[in-house]
């Protein structure tokens, strides 16, 4: 059994590393903003990303850190840069100066392009702090990550259900499933392999999904035949500008948000796939998206 201090812990990657973790006989050290029920093989520990208290206690007695908690969506670069550089950096002192060593960071696809958005580039600097950490580390960067419980794809869920999907510009990206995302994770954490290691992953899908391809998916998914229609980058700032001011910090079109989506190719890059004896996906994407929308449905988000 090993221990593992978890950030993120409460958001839909960390809730699904946290319940794996504990299902496969580890006790976690879970990081948390709100007080959370009591949990079986859980210790919860009260801070955030910018109480360097609260993250010393959380890698106290760890033996590797899992580092998931980041920012998606922020006003201004400040917010990016304090929510996943500066953050990563606390949580990389606080690990190193507890004595843990091994350091599994969450990352994503959009390090790999920094120029594109803001958040990317917040990214790559999180990617930058960990490299150059000391430790022994492993980063993964997971594409377009679905499954019960993400609000992230709900939108496309709920167009898909009216038969239409707004889509980018034609473009290719991958996939992955968040179970499948988490067992990586906790591999990497348990088994102490791929040091010094970027990793990029998907569902097994050679050469990614089309958008319309992945949109007819979700298609049968809810099962609606739909129709695709792509969107001009101009179309999408008018889009991100309506979703702001109707949902404001809840909008997910953000206009950060369409430098990412405008781009071709989001495809996970084969030689930075982890070696097939150390991980592979299981989930086939359409049986995955099928349990997503069945899950929607139970809990009343698909109208």
């Known amino acids: 059994m090993s221990v593992l201090a978890l950030t993120g812990a409460t958001g839909f990657v960390g809730r699904t590393v946290l319940r794996m973790a504990v299902a496969g006989g580890h006790h976690v050290r879970a ?12 210790t919860w520990i009260a801070g955030a990303l910018d109480r360097p208290a609260s993250l010393a206690e959380l890698a106290r007695g760890a033996d590797a850190v899992i580092h998931v ?25 606080a690990a190193k100066d507890e004595g843990v060593t091994r350091f599994i960071h969450v990352s994503s696809l959009s390090a790999r392009e920094p120029a594109l958005s803001i958040y990317g580039w917040s990214k790559a600097g999180a990617e930058d ?36 999907i707004m889509l980018p510009p034609r473009g290719r990206f991958s996939v992955v499933a968040v179970e499948d995302l988490a067992r990586l994770l906790l591999t990497l954490a348990t088994a102490r392999a791929g040091t010094g290691q970027i990793y990029e992953v998907d569902d097994g899908v050679a050469g990614g999904w089309t958008h319309e391809g992945f949109a007819q998916a979700i298609g049968a998914a809810v099962g609606r035949r739909v129709r695709a229609i ?25 206009g950060d948000r369409v430098g990412y989506l405008c ?9 930075r ?7 592979r996906a299981e989930t086939d994407t359409r049986d995955g998206l099928k349990a997503t929308a069945d899950w929607y449905r139970a809990e009343g988000w698909l109208r």
């Open 31 to 42: 990081l948390t903003r709100r007080p959370q029920p009591d949990t079986a093989g859980v």
């Open 273 to 279: 796939q982890p070696p097939a004896n150390l991980w």
């Open 69 to 93: 908690a980041g920012v998606v969506n922020a006003p201004d670069r400040a917010g990016f840069a304090a929510g996943n550089i500066e953050g990563t950096r606390a949580m990389v002192r």
């Open 263 to 271: 781009h071709p190719d989001w495809v996970s890059t084969a030689i």
């Open 129 to 164: 702090a960990v490299a150059d950490s000391g430790l022994d580390w492993s980063m993964v960067r997971p594409p377009a990550i679905y499954g019960p419980g993400d609000t992230e794809m709900l939108d496309l869920f709920r167009m898909a259900r009216r038969g239409v």
């Open 230 to 254: 792509h969107t001009p980058r101009p179309l999408l700032r008018v889009a991100s500008a309506i979703d702001r001011a109707t949902r404001r910090t809840r909008a997910k079109l953000t």
